[in-house]
């Protein structure tokens, strides 16, 4: 993903992300690392709408909302072929067998950990 | 250095310049600066006076002065810092005013001004008086413009140094909070500061951390060192490490499990801040959980001389024909009469298991010449629909020619120690989440105090006050075992000093709603901020001033929160978010799906917020 400096153009990102505080600090990093934020969404509901409507470049998905799955978003947004990355505190054994494949961050991550995914795709 | 050469044939040789930039760059306190400044400063112009002056918010100070001698210069540091005449101070407010070297006085010019330039709002400018016979010439000039220059740099330098020196000094306060152990770090190994909470965790005094004693790398077992090392690693990159669990340990010996989170300062590779959680607790739970596992591992092996302690049974099976001889306990356990013949068709039903992966274990045990299996499945009574838990044990016997001929199976319940085992595994669990948790809000409360404080002083007292109110809203937590509070409860204890009756300033109105627990934390860190501003700024910064805060659900099931302040200074906009409205704004609003509206009117600051309860009541 290309960041511009020109706002307007900086690649979108969607993150999904029950935690209040983790939310906002998510959206800060990013946001100083040149990325548009787009949410953060709190629950699978608000996830769904942002991942049908918004142009997206890519998404951060934590998997557990408030006791629900994000599943139905990575679906949405595999189907679109906007690529993304789960946050977890569980690791890779909380993924689902069709998602071994896809990149994944245990929590709590190093930030920079996640700014090299972003900035991998497109 | 650069900057002080090329001067000309008539300055000073480079050897002199560099003695003067390494007089500069060599002292670590600004006051070595200020006085190899003015005294270079004094021996280059052939001045008879040189001041330093600084502009500060109540006007401008002679920060230090040096007067030229028979054999050499004087100083004279100034802690008082005086005003300056009104002569110098037209010239040094000239100075800081235009940025540009100023010179004043009859011809020849007697005096000049010379400025200090750096980032921040206000100035300051070296002042020089040139003695009987002197002036400046061009030279001169250029030379002191160089060294002014150079002198800012290393003033700046000097002075950032010694901010972070009593930046740890300054976090005193954060430590008294003890909400948990927080202690300041260097990387030689010291612990600089600790708060009461840190050091009770290892056992150490508050005179063991002045006399140095207390070292955070002698405190961790050798086989924690490299997981330092890897943190330290992290911290020289990312200002935070990711939190990890090791061990300290104790002053007396004694080993206590922590989890860390560390985060380093922004101006210092070497020093920061760590933050420490005793979890004794979820080790304890962790090894009662090995504790029942190796029980359970211990018991199926004394199975073969278990057979008298009941709930269990026997079965021969012919592999010839399938044929099924089970004991009457197997009758019972399987839920069938004790006298009724059973065949392996009856029991396939009850099988929640794939009975595939019965067979396969089977054949895979026949085929390997293996003399024992066993298996674990679940099996739901016919008479009952109750659901329990079998082990297994098949042990295959076989003829001279190694034939396998029948399996003798031994089918033990387990239903109560897997029910044990699974409810240890949960709490296990809920109490590793909670603590991960727990740390990853204090560190985005952390680095949202950091974005939104401008000293550090300033940063350790908000940081003490955000925890204490994340740990009001925990207590409150932990006595409805994390399942919620209630509303009225959650304010009454984030309020408490200012909703007593006589003479309560806050008066509190509505029912007492149960708020799920992330309701319970994100309101009592909103209530936090507003009252922290209506103390600063607002109605509790009058003694007369009073907020009424009162909520009710509407029709729609929204609940509306509304802050009234009144009787106390009129509200100004502030001209920055701070942690209060980002949090009011970004988080509480879009956390609860609702909206928030601020309005700073003149009879007092007010906030309504709009919260789905829904939401809010989500455990």
Redesign the interface.
Known sequence: VSVATDPDRAARVLVVEDEMLVAMVLEDQLADAGFKVVGPAFSVEEAMRLAASEPLDGAVLDINLAGEKVYPVADLLAARNVPFVYVTGFGRAGLRETDQGRPMLQKPYLFASLEAIVRGWG | LAALGGLGPRGPDGLIALEATAALFGRLEPAGVVEALLGTALRWSMASRALLVRLDPDGLRIEAEGAATDHGAEFIQRPAAPAPDDYLAALAHRVIRTDQVVQAGDAPQRRIGLPLPKDGELGEALCLEAGPSGRFSPETVALLTALARAGATALENARRMTALQNKVARMTPLYEANVMGVFAWDLAGRVTEANDAFLEIVGYSREDVARGLVNWERMTPPEYRERDEQAVA?LM??K????FEKEYVRKDGVRVPVMLGISRFEESLNEGVCVVIEISELKAAQARLADALSALQESRARLGTALQAGRMGVWRRRMSDDALDPSPELNVLLGYPPDQPLTVGEMLPGLLDDPAELSAARERAVATGQPVFEIEYAYQRPDTGEVRCFLVRNEIVRDAANEPQEIVGLVIDITERKQHEERQQLLLNELN?RV??T???V???V??TL?NTRSPGAFAEALQGRLQALSKSHNLLTDGVWQGAGLRDVLASELAAWVAPPGERIVLDGENLMVGP?GVV?LGLVMHELVTNAVRHGALSVPDGRIDLSWRLDDDQDLHIVWREHGGPPAPPPSRKGFGM??LE???A??F?GGVRIDFAPEGFRCEMRLSMARMA?T
């Not at chain 2, 935070?240 to 939190?243: D, L």
């Open positions: 992290e990159g990312d935070q490490a990711r939190p989440h991960k948790n740390l990853s809000v560190l985005g409360i680095d949202q974005r992330k994100t980002q949090l970004r988080g509480l879009r956390e799906v989500q």
